[in-house]
């Protein structure tokens, strides 16, 4: 049997408690209870944990992972105090969201069709907790429904229609994606503040746990939840609530006012706690990144996580244009996730996915990949990372065993001159001259240690521009030319397509040819740009293995035969047919960015000629010169390099240290 392991994520069910058992846990190795059969080497909460238990007669083995990148480097919590501005920021420890086990909070384990729900034991100092099988028909919310009815979605759409209202955003044509992003903003009501006796801590964990489990339901859907932060608001409910429409209505409009600029998100919602009838929550429809109804409120009492996350999915999925289920929705459980009465669950129909597909994905904030974002972290020694305070950090007890120049506690071995770094060589700094970073191809340079640090010098390559093998140039690091680019994509016999190949397809505008991507289109070549849009190939004698969801193309027109790739933003990695910045399209044109400009455009502030033609400019715009003379212009003796590269070998010593080493070879 398969086994799933849930924190206020992944597939809650609502708890319903039959069976009581009192387990010892056991997360760490020195804990009893959970043996723990492997984690990743390092000290702290583990990336990768392996756990096994047993009860009512079973063994249970349960493999689970840390969430990443679920909650960004904010603030994520706003103090709203008489409607003033946001107060401090409170921390996040960002170590406690697993796709299965965490210590000390709530989680379900479900094994095949049997559910328990486990929950730390209060006060105890042995790392006890109660497991709890659950059981669906003991618990029935089914008098409840979503506040959503059909009459109201839609009153919804003629009254967003009445505005103008982008009710369907443009989307690529003919392309298809595999990863959405959608970043959720949480508003926390005075009344759940209260419900918490004020505790923030208690009220921010609530949150991030429900946002945690609604974030795995849309998991099989590949759309990925990032928590933007929240707002609570600790003296007071800033808007009028009264009955679930106008508490909707009045949430919206308050979002618009400031929420948005404070909090940039693609929806909002609202958690209070508040009886509304039949009704636990609403959202408007289909309204994801519409600023004006991005919305959703929903009510919860002391129904617990897996509920809370279940109603918030629900509308989440409301926002996306996912409708409520009929007879012919199916998930492989009794009820889904948009059933219309409320019965907790964790997976979507069959209908749902359609409704994601056709309206849901067509939203255009979807497709904007977050900026990269330090996941907030505590500094702690043992995490192989070095942070300030720290001279070293050899990691896990393991690894420290066994590494003779870092201690446990992160300070550096008495006697030794480092512990890490490209100029670290069994503890003592490299001597100088020693070469600690090669040089990767011709538009590269070396780096060599200074003998007083054991940090190699920042990698530094020749200038942008300069020439290089095939009437190419370099740029970024590299040599780009077009025949080595099909070369690289085709195999050895490709090489470059006729002009024609590029006229016709980079002007198409499509995902195999253009010039570059907007939020909502491809943008078309002009004629003059067509060369700088997707590489176009012929001679294609082998057909390579390309990654997942790349496509080729082939198109043959009167005597032109052109090979290419495609590109859209579901894939998540780099692309691999976009003609290179620094490649040639004219006589004296370069690439650079996707438009064919002017070869003089390319800033270059040193020449071959100030550095008296014995060296080449760096990407700094220094010389770095030949071995027989030394920076900064290469005009006296020396061992060459520049100001950058640190000191260069004396290769003289170097070729004797050779020769005598055959010599003794040879006696």
């Known amino acids: 049997p398969s086994f799933f392991l849930y924190l206020g994520v992944g597939e809650f069910l609502v708890c319903m408690k039959v069976t009581l058992l009192l387990v010892w846990l056991k997360v760490f190795l020195f804990l009893p209870g959970w043996p723990q059969l492997g984690h990743a080497q390092r000290l702290g909460p583990p990336e990768l944990v392996l756990l096994q238990t047993a009860f009512w007669g079973q063994r ?149 746990l429900i946002l945690n489990g609604v974030s795995d339901m849309f998991k099989p859907m590949d759309l990925e939840l990032r928590f933007k932060g929240m707002e609570v608001w600790t003296k007071r409910s800033l808007i009028t609530i009264e009955n679930h429409l106008v508490t909707l209505k009045n949430f919206c409009k308050w979002k618009r006012r400031g929420l948005q600029n404070r909090l940039p998100h693609d929806i909002a919602h609202f958690f209070l706690k508040k009886k509304f009838g039949k009704a636990f929550g609403l959202a408007y429809d289909t309204q994801a990144c519409i600023i004006r109804f991005s919305c959703s409120i929903e009510t919860f009492h002391d129904e617990g996580i897996p509920f809370y996350s279940y109603i918030v999915a629900h509308d989440v999925g409301h926002n996306l244009g996912i409708h409520h289920d009929t007879k012919t929705c199916q998930c492989g459980a009794p009820r889904c996730v948009m059933f219309t009465k409320v019965e907790v669950s964790t997976k979507f129909s069959n209908c749902s996915y359609a409704d994601y597909w056709n309206i849901g994905r067509r939203r255009s904030c979807l497709y904007n990949t977050p900026k990269p ?102 740029y970024g690091r590299r040599c780009n030319q077009r025949d080595e680019h099909c070369r690289q994509i085709f195999g050895k016999e490709a090489k470059d397509a006729d002009m024609n190949c590029y006229r016709a397809i980079n002007t198409r505008g499509d995902r195999f040819g253009n010039c570059g991507i907007t939020e909502t289109s491809y943008i078309r070549c002009s004629m003059a740009d067509s060369l700088c849009g997707r590489i176009q190939c012929e001679n294609v004698k082998e057909i390579p293995v390309m990654s997942d969801h790349i496509t080729l193309h082939w198109t043959k027109f009167e005597n032109n035969t052109c090979w290419g790739t495609d590109y859209h933003l579901g894939i998540r990695i780099a692309d691999i047919g976009a003609v290179n910045d620094g490649t040639k399209c004219g006589p004296e044109n370069i690439c650079i960015r996707r438009r064919c400009v002017s070869y003089s455009t390319v800033p270059r502030n040193c020449s071959p000629q100030l550095c008296s033609l014995r060296g080449v400019c760096n990407n700094r715009q220094h010389c770095h010169c030949n071995y027989g003379w030394g920076p900064p212009v290469c005009q006296e003796k020396g061992r060459g390099g520049s100001v950058d590269s640190g000191p260069a070998p004396d290769l003289r010593f170097s070729i004797w240290s050779e020769i005598l080493i055959f010599i003794l070879c040879l006696h």
């Open 373 to 474: 974002q330090t996941v907030i972290r505590v500094p702690r020694c043992g995490n192989s990372v070095v942070e300030p305070g720290e001279e070293c950090d050899c990691g896990s007890l393991e690894t420290c065993n066994t590494d003779p120049c870092c201690q446990l506690n992160c300070t550096m071995t008495a006697g030794v001159n480092c512990a890490f770094g490209l100029c670290c060589h069994n503890c003592m700094f490299s001597q100088s001259g020693t070469l600690c970073r090669q040089v990767a191809n011709e538009c590269d340079l070396p780096e060599w240690c200074n003998g007083t640090t054991n940090q190699c010098p920042d990698d530094v390559y020749v200038q942008n521009g300069a020439s290089c093998t095939g009437g190419g140039y370099c």
């Open 60 to 208: 249970h083995v349960v493999h689970i992972k840390v969430k990443k990148n679920f909650c960004p480097k904010l603030p994520s919590v706003h103090l709203r105090r008489q409607g003033c501005s946001p107060g401090r920021p409170t921390f996040v420890q960002d170590d406690c969201y697993y796709s299965g086990y965490v210590e000390g909070t709530q989680r379900m384990l479900q094994t095949n069709d049997i559910v328990y729900e486990i929950e730390p034991k209060r006060f105890s100092t042995a790392f006890e907790h109660l497991i709890y099988k659950l059981d669906n028909e003991e618990t029935n919310f089914s008098y409840f429904q979503c506040g959503l009815t059909d009459e109201k979605i839609a009153g919804q759409l003629k009254i967003q229609e009445s505005i103008n209202s982008t009710l369907m955003q443009s989307d690529y044509t003919g392309w298809w994606t595999h990863h959405y992003f959608l970043e959720v903003a949480v508003v926390i009501d005075y009344s759940r503040y209260l419900h918490h006796d004020g505790n923030l801590s208690m009220v921010q964990k609530e949150a991030y």
